[in-house]
């Protein structure tokens, strides 16, 4: 079947630790994205990219980096920068033309900072 | 200004009742506009796009008014299981994707 898949589900980490998110995706999208969720809150951008070895930074980049080397993989890492990085991370993708952008989500991760 | 600004509820409202949310938009460029619906500690699912003639899935109607920048969501008869968050997105790239999400309107349906 195709879709997103996150990894891990949840993650603890100690203050000024970085870790790396994973995002993978099998439905031939070219367009990927990373959105953070806070409790009761809507999703924020962090970053997003269109094809491979490009990407654009959103409403929230800082603290964050991604990289964009293989059109399936669109990696987060949460740098020790990041000054409250305890969030739900949600990777997604889409078919990016104008006019259009249904998102496929994957499952999220939950990152923990100690 | 936010690029997408929802009314932030909650609502609660009874079993049948007809719930309106609205969503504004600061881009008069955007694109394309959806619904989404999240369950609690769940990723969104698109619920519905958004069409300039506007579009109706069963209980489910959706609006865009370009002249006014918003868009809104209409469910009649409501059910107990359409208690969960509705988030409004907005494509606002002109060449590219660049999806906006407002904050959330969180509906809770009540027997």
């Known amino acids: 079947d195709g879709g997103i898949t996150q990894s891990p589900k949840y993650l603890f980490r100690k203050e000024g630790q970085n870790v790396t998110l994973s995002c993978e995706q099998n439905l031939n999208h070219d367009a990927m994205y990373w959105y953070r969720q806070d409790p009761g809150q809507g999703l924020r951008l962090i970053y997003y990219?269109?094809?491979?070895?490009?990407?654009q930074k959103g409403d929230i980049a800082e603290g964050y980096s991604v990289s964009r080397e293989k059109k399936e993989s669109f990696p987060l890492t949460v740098t020790s920068a990041q000054k409250n990085p305890t969030a739900f991370y949600l990777c997604?993708?889409?078919?990016?033309?104008?006019?259009?952008?249904?998102?496929?989500f994957g499952e999220g991760s939950r990152l923990t900072v100690l | 200004r936010k690029e997408v600004e929802q009314d932030p509820g909650p609502f609660n409202v009874p079993e049948g009742a007809t719930v309106a949310f609205n969503c504004t938009y600061s881009?008069?460029?955007?694109?394309?506009f959806f619904w989404y619906r999240q369950d609690c500690r769940k990723e969104p699912k698109l619920l519905m796009s958004v069409y300039s003639s506007g579009n109706e899935d069963g209980r489910f109607t959706a609006q865009l008014n370009r002249a006014s920048q918003y868009i809104s969501l209409l469910i009649r008869d409501s059910k107990l299981s359409d208690s969960a968050t509705y988030l409004c997105?907005?494509?606002?790239?002109?060449?590219?994707?660049?999806?906006?999400f407002g904050s959330g309107t969180r509906l809770s349906i009540r027997p």
């Open positions: 997604a993708s889409s078919i990016p033309r104008p006019g259009t952008g249904e998102l496929f």
């Open positions: 881009n008069s460029a955007s694109q394309s």
């Open positions: 997105a907005v494509n606002i790239g002109s060449s590219a994707s660049k999806i906006i």
């Open positions: 990219s269109q094809i491979v070895n490009d990407f």
